[in-house]
């Protein structure tokens, strides 16, 4: 074949490519194309920290293509029409393209596929490079049955066992050569200005592209891998591997970071790639379950409370309650938050402000250069107790919480200044201190009590 189409989406990368590796395999010219999609911007995904993050991402992209004397093709508007039109204008034979797990990915998947096929071309679509294993890959038993609904995974650690045992595809090697063909035309890199219009990204966003992704994974190996186990709760340490943008934005792979860290025989390797379990079980959750994306995977009848002033109170970082307020200005700052201050600020909206988790789900979602649709609206209704959580009415009290994962208060004081003052574990409950010193701090009383809020949701869940 002379020439083939590599279209790029969530998988921005040449190492351990296997979309580029195949349409390199496959023609003797390929087109490296992106499409900044219309239709994600439509649909209310594109935010200033990830339009900041995708531009920096698209352009170490061309430069590792230029590297290898090729570039990237950029075009914009509506990703099955461009790719038609790129396809048609070089006479490609093929198109190939990461398999996506959102609704939108499916949709966007058949019809170009049936436009290919209308034009004489095929639509080659790869599996295990966004995830680890493909999410249809690893199903219960008798899954396969037509009609046996059990199409997928809803307890994770029996998706774990079996998604060890499936093991992974090998690394693949990233092409020492990209030809491309001459005279394809293609718009300018953009900036994340230019992808955001108006938008203000966060001041201290991490930087994007697979060499930041590749460079932040080779050194926390060396430093924090096998800690991990005992570190990864610890929210002043600092001590994940901070990855979860890379991988949102394909900069990395997760087949190579499950391999390398498996040849290691310590705990923890183990724990992170138990972590990496976790983002392929919510990919095949979704896959099977599109419309969890925002409708309760298992409803509890829940009435929830809408976004209303506790809500704006949690936006802010302004609830009273230190360590939630410090991951919700994590947020805000840095595009990331701990994933132990995840949790905690998911559990206290849901649980103890009983707001809806689509609200909290989708300030996450604005914020968030790790925005992905699987993790974080998953992760949201686990939290909630409509996901996948064996255990759906637990309640995580953010002062224990506080005191147990930042026992001396640095976390809180880093990003609640107001309370700097105060010392070790006492930043946890500033509402102890007299009405004077509570004063001089400019720091909210707690929007709501603890008791009473928790038992508002134990009443509200039928379990009182």
Known sequence: MDVAVCLFTSDLRVHDQPVLRAAVRAATRVVPLFVVDQGVAAAGFVTANRAAFLAAALADLDSSLRSRGGRLI??????????????????AGEVHLAAGV?????????????????????LVVHDAVITAVPPGAVVPSGGSRPG?????????TPYFRRWWAEGTRPVVAAPRTVAVPEGVRSAALPTGAELC???????????????????????????GLAAYEDRHDDLPGDAT?????????????????????????????????RQLAWRDFHHQVLAARPAAAWR???????????????????????????????????????????????????SFLTKTL??????????FLDLLVDGDLADNQLNWQWAAGTGTDTRPNRVLNPVVQGRRFDPDGAYVRRWVPELADLPGAAVHRPWRLDGRERAALDYPAPVVELDAGTARFRRARGLD
């Not at 959102?102 to 095929?122: F, H, I, M, N, P």
């Not at 930087?207 to 930041?212: K, L, P, Q, R, T």
């Not at 949690?314 to 230190?322: C, H, N, V």
Request: aromatic residues 10%; glycine residues 12%; positive net charge.
């Open 197 to 223: 219009p108006g938008g203000r990204p966060s001041p201290a966003l991490p930087e994007g592209g697979e060499a930041a992704g590749r460079r932040r994974f080779a050194s926390w190996r060396r430093t």
């Open 241 to 273: 591997s901070r990855l979860s943008p890379y991988l949102h934005f394909g900069c990395v792979s997760p087949v190579e970071l499950v391999r390398t860290a498996a040849d290691r025989d310590d705990a923890g390797a183990y724990a992170f790639v």
């Open 102 to 122: 959102s609704g939108y990915a499916a949709r966007r998947e058949r019809r170009l596929a049936d436009r290919l096929a209308a034009e004489g071309r095929r």
């Open 296 to 346: 309760e995977y298992r409803t509890r009848g829940d009435r929830w409370r809408g976004d209303g002033v506790e809500a704006a109170a949690w936006r802010a970082g302004r609830t009273g309650y230190p360590v939630v307020d410090a991951g919700l200005r994590q947020l805000r700052h840095e595009g990331w938050m701990h994933n132990r201050a995840r949790l905690l600020a998911a």
């Open 74 to 91: 950029l075009r914009t508007g509506d990703v099955v029409a461009e790719t038609c039109r790129v396809a048609a204008e070089c006479g």
């Open 354 to 363: 009983y707001v809806d988790w689509r609200v909290g789900a989708r300030h």
């Open 148 to 156: 046996s609904g059990k199409d997928h995974f809803a307890v994770f």
